[in-house]
Every structure is written in structure tokens, then in C-alpha cells.
């Protein structure tokens, strides 16, 4: 069983940053593919970067060059550092640990963390 905590949400003007943090519990976090998603009001919930046990990552266009994932396993923490925000960034992000790093919405699930990008 894996739980996970996101934190470092907020309202931030467009333009600014924000990082956020994932923390897992339990003692593979290691061998977990881990995911960034959002959801925003009416739309469905999209994929915005992951990275998987190898480091290997990937990102959703409307973020590439603007966001970057990593982790760190001695910490089981995986992060999203968030730049040059957008209103149409705003959403509730979600934590996903995917054991095959197949990132098909399965796995394991954070509670959120709401980032609102608004002047």
C-alpha cells in the first residue's frame, strides 16, 4: 500500500512559479513510475509530466520547456517545479505512483493540491 501527499499549491500570478512536492509512504517507492496530473473544472483529468523509475521523462506539450518532474528516492518525494504560469494552468494536481509506468490513470492516488494562476 502506497500513500501520497501533495503540497506547495497556492494562487500565483501568471508568469510566476510554483514547485510542488509528492511525498510517498511506504519502501519501493523506488520502482514506482510517478505522474503529474491536473484537472481543471469541466475538463477531464490530464496527464502533465511524468518520470519513470530510470529517470526516464516525458511532458504534455501545453507544459513542455515550462515545467520539469523529478525525484528524489531517499526521500520518496517527487516534485513538479512550475514556471512562467499560465491561467489556463489552473487545476487541482494530482500524484500518481504507477508501478509499470504505463500511465493509464491506474496506480496509486494523492488527494491534491489546487494551483490557481489568476492576476
Known amino acids: 500500500q502506497v500513500q501520497l501527499v501533495e503540497s506547495g499549491g497556492g494562487l500565483v500570478q501568471p508568469g510566476g512559479s510554483l514547485r510542488l512536492s509528492c511525498a510517498a509512504s511506504?519502501?519501493?517507492?523506488?520502482?514506482?513510475?510517478m505522474g503529474w496530473y491536473r484537472q481543471a473544472p469541466g475538463k477531464q483529468r490530464e496527464l502533465v509530466a511524468s518520470?519513470?523509475?530510470?529517470?526516464?521523462?516525458n511532458y504534455a506539450d501545453s507544459v513542455k520547456g515550462r515545467f520539469t518532474i523529478s525525484r528524489n528516492n531517499a526521500k520518496n518525494t517527487v516534485y513538479l517545479q512550475m514556471n512562467s504560469l499560465k491561467p489556463e494552468d489552473t487545476a487541482v494536481y494530482y500524484c500518481n505512483a504507477d508501478r509499470w509506468s504505463k500511465f493509464q490513470q491506474a496506480g496509486y492516488w494523492g488527494q491534491g493540491t489546487q494551483v490557481t494562476v489568476s492576476s
Open positions: 518520470i519513470t523509475s530510470g529517470y526516464s521523462t
Open positions: 511506504g519502501s519501493i517507492f523506488s520502482i514506482y513510475g
